[in-house]
């Protein structure tokens, strides 16, 4: 793992400049909590079920919402109904958040790091297709910043080893991919409602069941293996037969999140704005190269946006010295000791020290955009 350097920059504060992120909290999240926290319920309760019924509508979605704590808590979930035990081998990407792979860790499962497409920071379908063998058990994907990854490359192969996709859509609520939500397209979706995500749950998740058979299971690893249903309605037996977990989402929670839904289609339009308005402006600048992809299958979520450039650090402290925040956010994960890889990656190391994050976030408008692009066109 990289160590701190001196050109590491403290975060600022909003009163400071274009800060790196900002939560988005929705008009009617105050509303909803306090008349949350004067009901009857303020743990898992009515609005938990309100949360996902109203999030299974909103994007169209085929499979079953189970609410979890965190998105991470959501993905162990999704390993554990995928029957991944200790020794399985599990393909998942070099580069995302480690929340992605340290569940995988809790099992005992033997983690393949996959490289990057230089183009999009997302898993390479070329290098997936080298690495998948007959030992595999499942396909990880992130959808980085909220560019889709080649679904249809990565279908492909879990069509021909009869294999399941766990599908890490932390940064990628509302894209698309042909047309359709990428919760339709794998086996289990997760979903993050982290602090800075489009909606947040101040922390939570959401996992997409698409087996309706494993539903139940699901409902009962969340709450320590047992049937909660049952258990309210009396009629519980007071056993315990599968190992489970304290994952689920409280009253309070579900509450922002509905708010978050609810403006969910202004928040994506405007990030979407002040992405294209990136887009548009550093496309073609010196020095620049934008991680983006134009295949028209691909609709981004905007949560990121990621450019390329030589002498990183130079370019962080321009930005700064003129009150912008940017950043790396995700780190390539065979470098942290927990997970002992030893592999090569190629195509991560030529962008690893590049990668630079902007301000993307529902605190900013096109003007400050501008602001950001100008400073980087004067060159570094």
Known sequence: MRKPSKNDLPLMSPEDGIVLFHPHVPTNAKKYVCDTLSSRWIGQGPKVDQFEKLFKDSFALTGTPISTGSGTDALHLAYLLASIQAGDE????????????????YIGAKIVFVDVD???LNICPSDLRAKVTERTKAIVIVHYGGLPCDMDEIRQIAIEFNIPIIDDSA???G??????HLGNLSEFT???????????TGDGGMLLVGDPTLVPKAKRLRWFGINREDKQRGIWENDITEVGYKYQMTD???????????????????????????LEELS????????????????????LFTIIVDRRAELQIKLRSHGIESGQTHYRN??????GDTGEYPQMDMIDEKYLILPLHTKMSEEDVHRVCNVIKTGW
């Open 118 to 120: 230089p183009k999009t």
């Open 171 to 173: 940064h990628a609520l």
């Open 190 to 200: 997760m979903y993050s409602f982290q602090a800075i995500k489009h909606v947040t």
């Open 334 to 339: 065979d470098r942290y000791s927990i997970f």
């Open 252 to 278: 309070i929670a579900a509450a922002l999140g509905i708010a978050g839904l609810e403006e969910f289609p202004q928040t994506l339009q405007l990030r979407k704005r002040l992405y294209n308005c990136y």
């Open 284 to 303: 073609g600048a010196e020095g620049v190269n934008v991680v983006h992809d134009d295949d028209p299958r691909k609709e981004t979520a905007a949560w």
């Open 90 to 105: 599990v393909v998942v990407p070099v580069f995302t958040c480690t929340a992605t792979n340290i569940p995988l860790l």
């Open 175 to 180: 894209a698309k991919y042909s047309g359709d």
